[in-house]
């Protein structure tokens, strides 16, 4: 008894001393981690890092592999950022499952843009040049887009940019084809060149759609970050829309803002074609009949080609096929066949980006 008396008031103290310890240890981690509008990281879930960040009335949430010094704007060097916005469809799925087999590469930065609810993400490998950003399905894509590349100055880590959605499936290219798709795209892109999509639309004016574009960095801060003077030479230039046109008339320049609604977001696409020339460059497409000799926009005059060239039947007459343009819109139901075939051979074939490009 006279033993134990004595040993209780050591373990007394002693668990005093843990327990003071441990409150203080949890206060540290409250102060490091909690409570504040900056960023906090929890503990690496399923061997990839996971950085929450709150922006506006969204959370994103942003998944790269560990330690992969992305951070660093030294490490990127000429490596080109390669956005890829997805929003939840069974065609989304499909689309993105082809793109993930046949054109992911390592020459690139990937960042998937996941808008709304999705499991999409354990699709993606685990690799440091592959991140995503779940975040709300709002602003549409390239709201989301702008959001991605202006937060912490993202797009100042990079001199060349592809974005792309999930409506387009590819890359499609003939057998004899080496070279690498991205490589493709970013070529078009010179001093002169600053917008590369692989159609134009007449309509509601001469502009490329947004499926999938190219840019460098002065592109990019152009259709981010208008100066004054190329807004009013852009206002300058636009015509009048007809009473019945869906498509908004300018509403901002450039898409660094959240439309809510499908026609806005839609003259965004539309109204960056004629921002980038009224801050003197030009733009460019891949499909063919973009190139002919008498200059695309001359025929947008005629009404038999004025159409969008991306429903069967409407590309001069004909329907596009996608070794004319490298993707394909994959949600409209045009040229379904040759869609279903290619997609069909290039599965089996088990083509591969990583061999292509370097």
Known sequence: MAVGSLKRPNVLWAVSLFLLFFIWFLWGLKAHFGGTSGEWYSSIK???????THVSNSTEEVYSGP???SDDITNTGDRPLILYAYHETENARRNLEFFIAHGLHHAADFIFVMNGKTDATNLLPQLPNIKYIQRGNDCYDMGAFAEVLVKDDL???YSRFITMNASIRGPFLPYWATGCWSDMFLSKVTDEVKLVGITMNCRPLPHVQSMIWATDRIGIET???????????LKETLPTFSPNEPVLPLQHAGINWCPHE?????????HATPLIEAAGYKVDAMMAAFHQKAGYEESCADPKFAQDPLYDGQYFGTTLHPFDTVYAKANRGTNALILERLTDWTDKGNYSSYEHCH
């Open 155 to 157: 797009y100042k880590k």
């Open 46 to 52: 399923n061997g990839v890092d996971h950085i929450k």
């Open 223 to 233: 259709l981010l970050f208008p100066t004054e003077s190329q807004v009013k030479r």
């Open 262 to 270: 499908y026609w806005a977001a839609t003259s965004v696409e539309v």
């Open 67 to 69: 330690n992969d010094g």
